[in-house]
């Protein structure tokens, strides 16, 4: 088992803002990216789930045309004794957890996995997982949602459970640890269609290019602060922030200190993209 420091992760608690406050704020929705900074992530812009017990959540990505396409991700919050004994509509559905903040209970085939702030969860289609808050505070965890994409020749991946604390981070190329990944699946499994990892990047280090890749993103910030460069645009972002990249949107950073700079980032891998839709010269079909 690997042992790492104990990690805080920044979560929402709601809240309203009182009628003094500015209206100028961070959030800024583009063609190429999105940012929604932390403050946004107040009471009234909570929304309710079916099947869902004291529960509420923030949508923070959905899919939409012509943006990010693949995924949805909620920042989701129960209280005691809540939770969900049909969680998921949707039997094509897989999915990630990433508890922030309290303990969450999640049943599968007679076994209770107890979650803590940094535990993980993969939750392959159609498995009926159930989920519930059996301790006395509120749990907040992310949840990312994908349609699987199956691929004939390939099984499906089996759920698991892990925590942050039992996974390795694995440094990036000649930079000394300075920027590491921490990987839950292994790149190489072609059975998994979508990565969550949390990237950590030391005071000072930096992406030293401008990415433009075909994976959307959706990055959230777990602790720290930086200067990310997106499309066109340097945007200051900190702990509880999110950040939505489309597909080929260029992307670079620079983590600002005094602390490690982390997020959770997901991102579509694996599978040939698709030509439905477009025919010769652009035409559609």
């Not at 699987?148 to 099984?155: K, M, N, Q, R, T």
């Not at 996974?167 to 292994?186: K, Q, Y």
Request: with cysteine.
């Amino acid at each position: 088992m690997i042992k790492t420091p104990e990690r805080t992760y920044y979560a929402p608690h709601g809240g309203h803002p009182g009628q003094s406050e500015l209206l100028t704020g961070r959030a800024v929705f583009t063609e190429a990216y999105a940012v929604i900074p932390k403050g946004v992530m107040q009471d009234i812009v909570t929304s309710a789930l079916p099947f869902w017990d004291k529960t509420r959540a923030w949508i923070i990505a959905r899919p939409l045309s012509g943006f990010a396409e693949t995924f949805s991700q909620y920042i989701v919050e129960v209280e005691p004794g809540g939770g969900s004994d049909r969680p998921e509509p949707d039997a094509a559905a897989e999915g990630v957890l990433f508890v922030v903040e309290g303990e969450l209970s999640v049943s599968l085939a007679g076994k209770t996995h107890v979650l803590k702030p940094g535990g993980f969860a993969f939750l392959p289609p159609g498995i009926g997982w159930t989920v519930r808050n059996e301790s006395g505070a509120a749990v907040r965890f992310h949840w990312v949602r994908k349609a699987y994409e199956a691929v004939e020749g390939l099984d499906v991946p089996e759920a698991f459970f892990t925590n942050e604390q039992q996974v390795a981070p694995s440094p990036m190329p000649g930079t000394d640890g300075r920027w590491a990944t921490t990987r839950f699946v292994d790149p190489a499994d072609m059975r998994h269609d979508m990565h969550v990892t949390i990237v950590t990047l030391e005071p000072g280090a930096v992406i030293p290019f401008a990415e433009t890749h075909v994976m959307e993103h959706g990055l959230y910030v777990l602790e720290g602060k930086a200067v990310y460069r997106l499309n066109q645009d340097w945007v200051e972002v900190e702990a509880g922030d999110y950040m939505w990249l489309r597909a080929f949107c260029p992307q670079a950073c620079y983590a600002g200190g005094p602390g490690k700079f982390r997020y959770l980032l997901y991102k579509d891998v694996n599978r040939h993209a698709k030509l439905g839709g477009v025919g010769v010269g652009g035409r559609a079909r």
